[in-house]
């Protein structure tokens, strides 16, 4: 069975960093590109960042771009998101997700298995 687990959430200040972790049970994990996704309440889930199999290709939501990192360890099966400059419009549940497809990809539409979500709250 598949499973992805987030960790890493938490409160936080504002100007503050989060460094989460998601780690996968996918076979071949190496194989699968990643994502990150959000949700704020009374809001609809939205893309925050990318990256594909390898590693080396990523794309980022332009709200994050610059504050955010995503990165991945194929040898321990983990994809991070390194949040730096928090804001409190950063809050919100964030998913991991992953995309059977080694090329990164922005819509949720086009991810396969997802986590239950980690809490992340920046407060002001």
């Known amino acids: 069975q598949v499973q992805l687990v987030e960790s890493g959430g938490g409160l936080v200040q504002a100007g503050g960093s989060l460094r989460l972790s998601c780690a996968a049970s996918?076979?071949?994990?190496?194989?699968?590109?990643m994502g990150w996704f959000r949700q704020a309440p009374g809001k609809e889930r939205e893309f925050v960042a990318t990256?594909?199999?390898?590693?080396?290709?990523?794309y980022y939501a332009d709200s994050v771009k610059g504050r955010f990192t995503i990165s991945r360890d194929n040898a321990k099966n983990t994809v991070y998101l390194q949040m730096n400059s928090l804001k409190p419009e950063d809050t919100a549940v964030y998913y991991c997700?992953?995309?059977?497809?080694?090329?990164?990809?922005?819509?949720?539409?086009?991810?396969?298995?997802w986590g239950q979500g980690t809490q992340v709250t920046v407060s002001s």
């Open positions: 997700a992953g995309r059977s497809r080694s090329h990164y990809y922005t819509g949720s539409g086009g991810y396969d298995y």
């Open positions: 990256i594909n199999w390898s590693g080396d290709s990523t």
């Open positions: 996918l076979r071949a994990f190496s194989v699968y590109a």
